[in-house]
């Protein structure tokens, strides 16, 4: 079975400031894994995914995150906050990419302070 | 275009009800998915389409009854509900090419279903 582990209910940054937002991951096998926003009453939008090769994944808004085996991590970073980044952060699993559906952690709200 | 469509944005339903949650999609997509998201929750899967057969249901009552009539179209009925699934009801839709992991999922902007 395959699980992710987002650290942080809350983060909070200055606008301006660096984003990063944690989440870990357990699986038996290779996991693919993804990270979505949730803008308040909306659906969920993808960020970015890594399924295999590059380790560094490049997504949409200048977000980016890190694959790391050793660490079982794939936090999510932004250089520079900006007010419109403000909402619900989702990590999420998939043991087989799209068939099997996806696995959500638990989601980080992400405060921007001006 | 990547839009995944829902109808009705808003239900609201008494426990004695029947009504019906509608997605579309025309991306040419094979796989469907119904998820349910409550409140401050991550959302969790419903069930799974894949090719308009019904691949994945987990453990949903069944008064939830999905059905998948084209490749474009996914339906989730609802017959006597309780307050309790009160929620954000996701849909979201995939290529799906037969065991391909580089599948993105691509969600509609919910129904928000309220049961008195």
């Known amino acids: 079975a395959q699980s992710v582990t987002q650290l942080g209910s809350h983060v909070s940054v200055s606008e301006g400031a660096l984003v990063l937002l944690r989440c870990n991951y357990s699986?038996?096998?290779?996991?693919?894994l993804f990270w979505y926003v949730q803008y308040p009453n909306q659906g969920l939008q993808l960020l970015l995914k890594?399924?295999?090769?590059?380790?560094l994944v490049k997504g949409i808004n200048g977000f980016e995150a890190e694959f790391k085996k050793s660490e079982t991590s794939f936090h999510l970073t932004k250089p520079s906050a900006h007010m419109s980044d403000a909402a619900e952060y989702f990590c999420?699993?998939?043991?087989?990419?799209?068939?099997?559906?996806?696995?959500f952690g638990k989601g980080t709200h992400l405060i921007i302070q001006p | 275009d990547t839009e995944v469509t829902q109808t009705p944005k808003h239900l609201v339903m008494g426990m004695t009800n029947k009504k019906s949650l509608k997605c579309e999609q025309h991306?040419?997509?094979?796989?469907m998915y119904w998820y349910k998201q409550k409140a401050k929750k991550p959302p969790e899967l419903m069930f799974v389409?894949?090719?308009?057969?019904?691949?994945i249901n987990e453990s949903v009552p069944s008064r939830f009854s999905p059905e998948c009539p084209n490749s474009s179209l996914l339906n989730l009925h609802l017959h006597a509900l309780q307050p309790e699934d009160s929620a954000l009801y996701l849909c979201?839709?995939?290529?799906?090419?037969?065991?391909?992991?580089?599948?993105?999922?691509?969600f509609g902007p919910g129904t928000r279903l309220t049961v008195l």
């Open positions: 979201a839709s995939s290529q799906s090419q037969q065991g391909d992991s580089t599948d993105t999922q691509y």
């Open positions: 699986s038996s096998v290779p996991p693919y």
């Open positions: 890594y399924t295999t090769g590059a380790t």
């Open positions: 389409y894949s090719y308009e057969k019904l691949s």
């Open positions: 991306m040419g997509h094979r796989a």
């Open positions: 999420a699993v998939s043991a087989k990419g799209g068939a099997d559906g996806l696995t």
